[in-house]
């Protein structure tokens, strides 16, 4: 199984988040890639068994462009993305929070429930990121 990790980290912590989902998924046995956003030519996600895209949210429940610009790149809905992020309840409290997760999530028909993370996953919230990672394992359909 491949699994390709591309994500969009301003300040870390989406990008903590993302090496959490590496190691895990390595330590699982999985070839895992990772892809920064904005950095290099974009992979070609049909190699992958699995899409794992991160965001932050901004600017009131927005999505980054660079975010956007990728999904355009990918140019159409693979069957299994699943969609991690980072953000911050002090922006606006629970209706805005992790806005993009949410919003990718619907748009990709994602199986699985986004993962939200306020700032750095270390400490109690890095439990969340590991029963994520289960519920993605469990569902990845792989049309090798
Ligand atoms: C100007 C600004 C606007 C933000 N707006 C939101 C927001 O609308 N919703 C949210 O959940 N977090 C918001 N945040 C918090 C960031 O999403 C959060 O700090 C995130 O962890 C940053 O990710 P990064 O460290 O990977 O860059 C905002 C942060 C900044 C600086």
């Known amino acids: 199984m491949r699994i390709l990790i591309a994500y969009l980290s301003y300040s870390g912590n989406t990008e903590e988040v993302a ?25 070609n996600v049909r190699d992958y068994d699995c899409l794992c895209l991160g965001t932050f949210t901004w600017d009131y429940g927005r999505t980054p462009d660079e975010v956007k610009d990728f999904v355009a790149e990918v140019g159409y ?30 748009f990709y028909h994602s199986k699985w429930p986004g993962l939200k993370i306020e700032q750095s996953p270390r400490g109690h919230q ?9 519920g993605v394992l469990e569902d990845v359909t792989v049309f090798a």
């Open 19 to 43: 090496e959490l989902l590496e190691r895990r998924f390595q330590q699982e046995g999985i070839s895992v890639d990772m892809y920064e956003i904005g950095f290099g030519i974009v992979p």
């Open 126 to 134: 890095e439990r969340y990121v590991n029963e994520w990672i289960e």
């Open 77 to 106: 809905k693979p069957d299994n993305v699943a969609i991690f992020g980072t953000g911050d309840t002090q922006f606006g409290g629970d209706a805005i929070y992790c806005q993009a997760v949410d919003k990718l999530a619907r």
